[in-house]
């Protein structure tokens, strides 16, 4: 069964930083990766996922992830952070083919500090 | 846009009652998904249907039930509420063709007392 681990519980970044939050997978294949964020208060939102293809992702709110194979990761990165950004983020994967399930990280909870 | 709806933000319930949390959505999506969230935990499956009438358990089905009757509409149901069932749960939705693109409600934050 494929399992997802995110190191970080809790990042501080001042504004206009940049952010890296971190995502490892365990999978036999090369499964679906998605990053997902969650503002207060709100249900997640669909930030970008990886199918296939070229490794560096562009998703909405000018964020980007890398997939690397090497290292069951799948890195979510924003050049320059703003305060909006404060959320809780998770890294999700499913395996490829007929699963319907998502498994999910624990989350990553960011703080945007002026 | 996809509008998944989630019929109570919050709720108080005693030990023992039975609890129904409703879910709505309005793009047709043959698939329907109820989670809970916990803190340091992410976010578990409990059920998920992927078409009227069907169910399948997730990762953590005890105590909980669904109904779909309608396609556009997934009720999650605790038949006899525990404190340890306090939590966030959401409800998501996604299309046939596209089952891993979900798409999530605001959550339903339940309290059992």
């Known amino acids: 069964a494929q399992s997802v681990t995110q190191p970080d519980i809790h990042i501080t970044v001042s504004e206009g930083a940049s952010l890296e939050l971190r995502c490892n997978y365990s999978?036999?294949?090369?499964?679906?990766l998605f990053w997902y964020v969650q503002s207060p208060g709100q249900g997640l939102q669909l930030l970008l996922k990886?199918?296939?293809?070229?490794?560096l992702v562009q998703g909405i709110k000018g964020f980007e992830a890398e997939f690397k194979r090497s290292q069951s990761s799948f890195n979510l990165r924003k050049p320059s952070v703003h305060w909006s950004d404060a959320a809780e983020y998770f890294c999700?994967?499913?395996?490829?083919?007929?699963?319907?399930?998502?498994?999910f990280g624990a989350g990553t909870t960011v703080t945007v500090r002026a | 846009d996809v509008k998944v709806t989630q019929s109570s933000r919050y709720l108080v319930k005693r030990t023992g009652e039975k609890v129904f949390l409703e879910c709505v959505q309005d793009?047709?999506?043959?698939?329907m998904f109820w989670y809970r969230q916990d803190p340091g935990l992410g976010l578990r499956l409990i059920y998920f249907?992927?078409?009227?009438?069907?169910?399948e358990k997730g990762d953590i089905p005890e105590g909980y039930s669904v109904s779909r009757e309608k396609k556009e509409r997934f009720s999650l149901i605790l038949e006899s509420a525990s404190t340890n069932q306090t939590s966030m749960y959401l409800c998501?939705?996604?299309?046939?063709?596209?089952?891993?693109?979900?798409?999530f409600g605001a959550g339903t934050r339940l309290s059992v007392l």
């Open positions: 249907s992927y078409d009227v009438k069907m169910k």
């Open positions: 793009m047709d999506h043959e698939n």
């Open positions: 999978y036999g294949a090369t499964p679906y």
């Open positions: 999700a994967v499913v395996g490829v083919g007929g699963d319907y399930k998502l498994s």
């Open positions: 990886y199918f296939s293809g070229d490794t």
């Open positions: 998501a939705s996604s299309p046939r063709l596209a089952k891993n693109i979900q798409y």
